[in-house]
């Protein structure tokens, strides 16, 4: 039977439809970055000649290339002598530029950006303090007592995870500029978080119209008149997460797949996650433990379909009581506002502000910062894994009762 009900998903039109249409947009939306594509490819060579950590060592060589480059530089100008690289990128008048391969000067260029980024690397992450940090957060979020209390406690662990990123040589590790490329943004933020919200839309979707299929058709007095009827809809809920996981999975594996079919990461694969050279913001990337980079891609798209996964059970459960899948989608909508917004109501002295936090929909709107302690307010190492268990039991619990409640529900 459960196969039966899949069947009824993978027949429908409009979510096959909907699952090309949005492929289709994810394409479009990593396409418009492409022309940024062919300076972000200067960093593979410098991998291949420096290696994949800037190392003192490292920078030492990459400064005795960088010197040679200005005298290459030098040796193209006849009316003045630079003194650094950094005078000579900087110079809007210099002639010199017209005059050299444009290879050879985004070469320069690129090595001299790497160097200088390498170079800040250990005097910032000394200078970094969290546990100062902590203070301005408090200030920024109007916290006070017990809720205060949590982000000092929570600020000293991260004070204690910087120095393992330090002890470990994470922070010193290659990767694409985030200041310059933004690469992190765009993959998590701008990507991932379309891409959540699209698989969202075909989960409640092709939930709601299994379950409420028999109802839609008018078929219901006769199908769960039977013995076997009332069971059907433990099937509706496996045959519900089957598909979602399948969607989810078809959806997020293409647009993994073009997109790294795009961008060039096979140098990269096994470089930190928590890098220096990455931050695009005042605060670097910081994840809870040592990762590779291909190691957070796996959790984030882990994560990405377990979600799915309770948005699918929670309108499994919507439509056993309203029976309709179209108001099953606007129940669906109205509690996605209500958890959004009910955060923003608690104050700034109960640890209610924080308790709030744990919900699916929440997590969904910040999947750049998953897994990493750049979000204030879900800043616990275990944030993602304790909101996927506190509405798993839960919705394990509501299922049962519900399909109590449908045994006994009165069919007309």
């Known amino acids: 039977m459960i196969r039966y009900e899949m069947k009824k998903v993978f027949q429908s039109p409009l979510l096959l439809g909907l699952l090309l249409f949005f492929t289709g947009i994810n394409v479009l939306l990593m396409a418009e970055h492409l022309p940024s594509r062919g300076s972000m490819n200067a960093l593979s ?142 993959l998590f933020k701008d990507i991932g978080l379309v891409l959540l919200f699209e698989i969202m839309t075909l989960v409640v979707l092709l939930s709601a ?47 993994m797949l073009v ?43 882990a994560l990405v379909i377990i979600v799915q996964l309770i948005f699918s059970a929670i309108s499994w459960f919507l439509s056993i009581w309203i029976k309709n899948s179209y108001l099953v989608y606007l129940a669906f909508s109205v509690l996605f506002g209500l958890l959004i917004w009910i955060p923003g109501l608690m104050p700034g002295h109960s640890l209610m502000i924080f308790a709030a936090q744990f919900n699916p929909f929440t997590l969904m709107l910040n999947p750049h910062t998953w897994f990493t302690v750049n979000n204030p307010m879900t800043m616990f190492s275990y944030y993602e894994l304790m909101t996927i268990l506190i509405w798993g039991i839960g919705l394990f619990g509501l299922s049962l009762f519900s399909l109590y409640c449908f045994k006994w529900q009165e069919i007309s």
């Open 45 to 186: 060579d410098i991998l291949e000649r420096y290696g994949g950590l800037a190392t003192e060592e490292t920078l030492y060589t990459m400064e005795g290339d960088l010197k040679e480059g200005l005298v290459w530089v030098n040796s193209h100008v006849e009316s003045k002598r630079y003194q650094t690289l950094n005078e000579a990128f900087n110079d809007p008048s210099a002639p010199w530029k017209e005059s050299i391969p444009q290879e050879r000067y985004e070469q320069l260029q690129n090595l001299h950006l790497y160097n200088e980024t390498g170079e800040q690397a250990n005097a910032f992450y000394r200078e970094l303090d969290f546990t100062t940090l902590s203070s301005s957060v408090i200030q920024q979020y109007g916290l006070s007592g017990g809720a205060a209390d949590i982000v000092r406690s929570q600020f000293k662990k991260i004070e204690e995870r910087k120095q393992e990123v330090i002890a470990n040589d994470e922070h010193l590790s290659f990767f694409f500029h985030g200041l310059t490329y933004e690469m992190h943004t765009f």
């Open 209 to 255: 119209y299994v379950s409420t299929y028999e109802f839609e058709q008018r078929t219901d007095l006769v199908v769960f008149s039977t013995k076997r009827g009332r069971k059907l809809m433990r099937d509706k809920l496996a045959a519900s997460l089957c598909s979602a996981s399948i969607f989810a999975g078809s959806l997020t594996g293409l647009t």
């Open 259 to 301: 997109y790294f079919n795009f961008y060039d990461y096979s140098q990269l694969w096994h470089s930190s996650f928590s890098n220096y050279f990455m931050r695009e913001t005042p605060l670097p990337y910081i994840s809870w433990w040592n990762l590779s980079f291909i190691e957070y891609v796996g959790l984030f798209v």
